[in-house]
């Protein structure tokens, strides 16, 4: 075990100290890494699934309006100012308090739902790759491979974006830079071209059209429906593991002030808000055609080519980097592996998965469920940042202790997946709702927890407690 | 130079928006956007790189 904690040191050893004055970065490159990075192939598939849940058109825009608002305050009030401060990475920071080897683990979980995230922006690109070979698409209630041709598309593809990730993946970064303003476009223009067609003939039209023939409150059969509460909360949480989750202090450790989180509002209004209600509409067009509400289809019927390339570009640039992630987390429990290797396995991994369209149609439903895995680490980050200063508590206690396991955090993380499980199961709050109950719930367990570890340990010899280890 | 490439991968986004605006108004029709939006975002590739590189610092972290 001490050779996996070992490695996963050496791979972050690049970032063990905190971000120096002069790699600090200006709001420029916030606004735009928030923008390029929210506007992804997934906006493709969201959108057409609140269609699917039948939210109805004020509860969209409002519910969209609000829960955006949210996760653009997490980042700012609650990650952006922990990030800025210790100027270290979730690694670094997470490695004080849960110790090595509680951090290979939230490093396995990490990578296994990167891989799950790029699967399903493999299915995505694969929906636009296929389409001129007359593939055919998966429906909105497909779980399995449906034909010949998606196993064929997906696999090429899944190959493709895997041997990039290999050769490396700063080039595609690059293009994902650089496609960003372009895409966003897209969107909007593909979305305007198709209103003519569901009956919109001027701007006054919009609203009634809106509400009568895109989001009309009624649910597909096998859907939940969506009030504005769903959206609300699924707004806010999608990026849950992010901002609350404190994934992002690995970027905002760049950030000159807190204050720059608030720049997470061009990633969250313009890929959101703008593409989730562009891509809304393209799908309704599609279901009062009946033709095919797979992303590149829908795509397509709003921009043509451009729209194909779009999602195409959109899916591939957010999965290298996933990929890429993904490979550098489990890399810490393949000792011996090249990096090659690793990237590989985690491709292969990937393209399975991608094989099965319901992860692409229940992307919801996996997205809230990825941000909930992941963000008690961040309620412990918060709580030890926080709170611990003013109830008296030691910060850093796993790293003051020598420990490889801490406790407190490993309880935290792990007693509040039950408590969200068993909300869910025995009183029914929805997946979608779980992450602020469970924010509380991890925060009290890991204040509860730790100070019962450090009233029991500072009753023991001074000397049982190394400075460091 | 950096002036007129700007200016190309300008065009290239105006291609790429202004055209669906014009079908929503029924100005042109849907397969005469499609073309404008493809031929919009071959301007915008072709240009766009050189340009964002030029900028400097693009591939700094974050």
């Not at chain 1, 598939?45 to 058109?57: D, K, N, R, T, Y």
Request: glycine share 10%; with cysteine; charged share 10%.
């Amino acid at each position: 075990m001490s050779t996996v904690t070992e490695r996963l040191d050496a791979i972050n050893e690049f970032d063990r100290e905190p971000v120096p004055e002069a790699r600090l970065q200006g709001a420029a490159s916030f606004a735009g890494l928030y923008a390029g990075e929210h506007v992804a192939g997934t906006e493709f598939v969201i959108g057409p699934l609140f269609v699917a849940h039948g939210v109805a058109a004020r509860d969209l825009f409002l519910g969209l309006l609000l829960g955006n608002l949210l996760a653009v305050l997490s980042w700012t009030f609650i990650c952006a100012p922990i990030a800025v401060r210790t100027r270290l990475n979730l690694y670094w920071q997470l490695r004080r308090l849960t110790g090595p080897y509680l951090l290979v683990l939230y490093n396995i979980v990490n990578a296994l739902m990167f891989c799950f995230l790029a699967g399903a922006m493999i299915s995505v690109a694969a929906t636009a790759i296929g389409m001129p070979f007359h593939m055919t698409m998966p429906g909105l209630s497909d779980r399995y491979p449906n034909s010949l041709g998606w196993v064929l598309t997906v696999v090429v593809v899944g190959a493709v974006v895997t041997v990039v990730a290999i050769l490396g993946f700063e080039k595609i970064a690059r293009v994902s830079k650089v496609s960003s303003p372009w895409m966003m476009l897209v969107f909007v223009a593909a979305a305007l071209a198709v209103l003519p067609r569901l009956g919109v003939r001027s701007p006054g039209d919009f609203w009634a059209v809106a509400n009568e023939k895109i989001w009309t409150g009624v649910p597909m059969p096998g859907r939940v429906h969506f009030t504005f509460w769903h959206v609300t909360f699924f707004a806010w949480f999608c990026n849950m593991a992010m901002h609350i989750g404190m994934a992002d202090m690995t970027l905002l450790r760049y950030a000159r002030k807190w204050q720059y989180g608030l720049f997470s509002a061009f990633g969250m209004y313009l890929g959101h808000y703008i593409a989730w209600i562009a891509s809304g509409i393209l799908v309704a067009l599609a279901l009062q055609q009946g033709s095919e509400v797979a992303p590149g289809p829908i795509a397509y019927l709003g921009a043509g080519g451009a729209g194909l390339l779009a999602v195409v570009l959109a899916s591939w640039t957010t999965a290298n980097p996933t990929i890429y992630r993904a490979g550098l987390a489990l890399q810490t429990v393949t000792p011996d592996w090249r990096r090659w290797k690793v990237t590989a396995v985690v491709g292969g991994i990937t393209t399975v998965v991608a094989l099965f369209p319901a992860l692409m149609m229940r992307l919801l439903d996996f997205v809230a469920l990825y941000g909930l895995l992941l963000m008690p680490m961040g309620a412990v980050v918060f709580a030890d940042f926080w709170l611990f200063p003013r109830l008296g508590l030691e910060q850093h206690w796993a790293e003051r202790l020598g420990s490889r396991w801490a406790w407190p955090a490993a309880l935290a993380w792990l007693v509040t997946l039950g408590a969200c499980l068993l909300l869910n199961l025995l009183s029914g709050v929805e997946i979608f709702f779980l992450g602020l109950p469970g924010w509380f719930i991890a925060i009290a367990l890991y204040v509860a927890t730790s100070y019962l570890q450090q009233r029991s340990v500072q009753s023991l010899p001074a000397t049982r407690i190394p400075e460091r280890i | 130079m950096r002036r007129l490439l700007q200016l190309i991968s300008g065009l290239g986004l105006v291609l790429t928006v202004v055209p669906s605006v014009l079908v929503a108004t029924g100005g042109i029709g849907w397969a005469r956007h499609a073309d404008a939006m493809l031929a919009g975002a071959l301007l915008w590739f072709l240009t766009a790189p050189f340009w964002m590189r030029e900028q400097g610092g693009s591939d700094a972290e974050p």
